[in-house]
């Protein structure tokens, strides 16, 4: 999620005019898609729902308008059995396993009032609550964190289970509100985390090297091995790595300027190869309000595309080489979407492939007009973002397979979405997070969306996705001030829920965990034994 501190963009653009960072070596060449055409009339297969669940009336992703007053929920394959709606949350979530068995979720929450509506404040329990899931179908609330980060982590929660760690950098309302990262350990009991340190990095306060220009919030991300975690920095454009292989004394690493790449956008959302020596960084393009350079390219095949995602070596990262740098592998343009969220590497029957997903459509993100879908339609392209999956077989050069194309993102049906969403601003229907169930066993991805509620793929043929299961969960009839959907002003009494956070998968209880902003703390069962699959096998870290 980018920067909603305002709903008008000549504050954003106010707020990113200078973007000034941190260098890194690099080829200018910039690796063109060459099957978009082929993938572009993909639409996912719906699921084949159970007795007792709830499937859309509509088409499939579709809240039809007549139904977003009083909106009941959609289920298909997938239940709650759990739920803690708390305060709301906001856009980051994480699951953790104690040594002792305990179970214990986090989600943000919104942590400052917004210009848009000023309507965040009043938190009784301001900060990441802590929830003991121990027990689904009685989740507790155990205490909050309030330190710096987690006061407002926006999208940079992250728990690593191979070490026990949480952590976040401080991402307040999206455009940063400093340098701080966070780190909590949670090994021996979740349910009452420990900080072992908060402190601001790149700064050199933190005893490591000074960064070009200091770190402020927004998204992060978790190497598997946790000993290194890196920042996404909005504000300042850039990545950087910091290490945490010592918790009580993180120190800045290395960093990367977008504006030197190549293809110019903003940093935004990433992902760690498993042995820490590629990162897979997200480049924001085409978004429509403002935080981009450039308009949205459509159909104009001589425009710039900033949409996308860098593959990078962070060999020097990964041995802490004095003056490590990220270097550039290639840099993937995505045309059909805009606004890029983040980036999965997972492995499909020991074959190696990239998840990219998107948070605004081809057009830009939405608008009360929908001038900004329309515009995709008009142009032939995705109205709504989604994820695209690429074959990595070689990184220097990505081919895409497929992407997670629903009934809502076909052209043809533009006429009967729209109207749907007229209105709305910033999101309607769309993607916003994914998480596969084992990065290097991947079967099934599921994916947040906003509008169109939590969907479930079938990925073992990742040319050819299909769904599996889908559960869009009521609409709220009372305002939690924790939410980002209340908090941006775009919250209706009744209206579909904005599911946004990354999910965990739980393998052992066939179950899958997330947050939805209105909805809170949701844990739900598989229901027809549609996953595991047989193929599935339990991931060793929950880290993607």
């Not at 980051?92 to 509506?117: E, F, I, N, Q, W």
């Not at 997200?282 to 429509?288: L, P, R």
């Not at 990219?356 to 995709?376: I, M, S, Y």
Request: charged share 15%; with cysteine.
């Amino acid at each position: 999620m980018i920067w909603l501190e305002s709903a008008q963009a000549a504050l954003i653009v106010a707020m990113f005019t200078t973007l000034v960072g941190c260098g890194g070596g690099h080829d200018d060449a910039v690796s063109e898609d060459p099957t978009a055409a082929a993938v572009a009339s993909y639409v996912v297969p719906k699921a084949t729902c159970g007795t007792g669940d709830h499937p859309e009336t509509g088409l499939q992703g579709q809240v039809p308008a007549a139904m977003r007053a009083s909106f009941a929920g959609f289920n298909c394959n997938l239940e709650v059995v759990g739920q803690l709606q708390g305060e709301g949350a906001d856009w980051s979530a994480a699951m953790y396993k104690d040594s002792s068995g305990r179970v214990c979720a986090y989600h943000a929450m919104l942590g400052a009032p917004t210009v848009a509506s000023g309507n965040s404040g009043g938190l009784i329990n301001p900060g990441v609550p802590v929830i003991d899931i121990t027990d689904p179908t009685k989740p507790v609330r155990t205490e909050s964190l309030t330190s710096p980060a987690m006061i407002d982590p926006w999208e940079s929660l992250r728990a690593s289970q191979k070490r026990g760690l949480l952590v976040a950098d401080n991402g307040t309302n999206g455009g940063g509100g400093g340098s701080q990262i966070d780190i909590y350990d949670i090994a021996s009991d979740c349910s009452h985390p420990q900080l072992l340190s908060s402190i601001d990095v790149g700064t050199g306060s933190d005893g490591g090297a000074v960064a070009p220009k200091a770190p402020s919030g927004h998204e992060g991300g978790l190497s598997p091995d946790g000993l290194t975690y890196y920042i996404g920095s909005l504000k300042s454009n850039a990545y950087y790595a910091i290490d945490i292989s010592l918790p009580a004394h993180p120190k800045y690493i290395a960093s990367v300027d977008l504006s030197t790449l190549p293809l110019g956008g903003v940093a935004h959302g990433l992902s760690v190869s498993d042995n820490g020596n590629r990162a897979y960084l997200a480049s924001i393009g085409g978004d429509g309000i403002g935080i981009a350079s450039l308009p949205a390219p459509l159909n104009d095949a001589n425009a710039k595309v900033q949409n996308g995602y860098y593959i990078m070596d962070t060999t020097q990262v990964q041995a802490r080489s004095p003056g490590a740098q990220m270097k550039l592998i290639a840099a993937v343009p995505v045309r059909d979407g805009s606004t890029s969220q983040h980036t999965i590497p997972i492995v499909v029957a020991g074959r190696p492939y990239l998840v990219d997903v998107d948070e605004g459509g081809a057009g830009g993100l939405a608008d009360p007009a929908t001038k900004n879908p329309g515009a995709a339609c008009a142009a032939g392209l995705a109205p709504f973002p989604m994820a695209h999956i690429y074959d990595m077989t070689n990184e220097a050069n990505p081919v895409q397979v497929s992407e997670t194309r629903l009934e809502t993102h076909v052209i043809a049906n533009c006429e009967k979405v729209l109207p749907d969403v007229a209105g709305l601003s910033f999101f309607t229907y769309g993607s916003h997070y994914c998480t596969v169930d084992n990065r290097d066993n991947a079967t099934a991805m599921a994916c947040a969306f906003q509008n169109s509620g939590i969907r479930v793929f079938d990925i073992r043929n990742p040319a050819a996705p299909k769904e599996i299961a889908y559960l869009n969960p009521p609409g709220t009839t009372t305002s939690v001030p924790g939410s980002g959907h209340s908090g941006t002003g775009q919250w209706h009494s009744g209206s579909p829920d904005w599911c946004s956070s990354r999910l965990d998968f739980d393998f052992a209880n066939h179950r899958l965990v997330t947050a939805c902003q209105d909805n809170g703390e949701l844990i739900m069962a598989f229901k027809n034994s549609v996953w595991p699959m047989p193929e599935s096998t339990p991931a060793m870290d929950a880290s993607n």
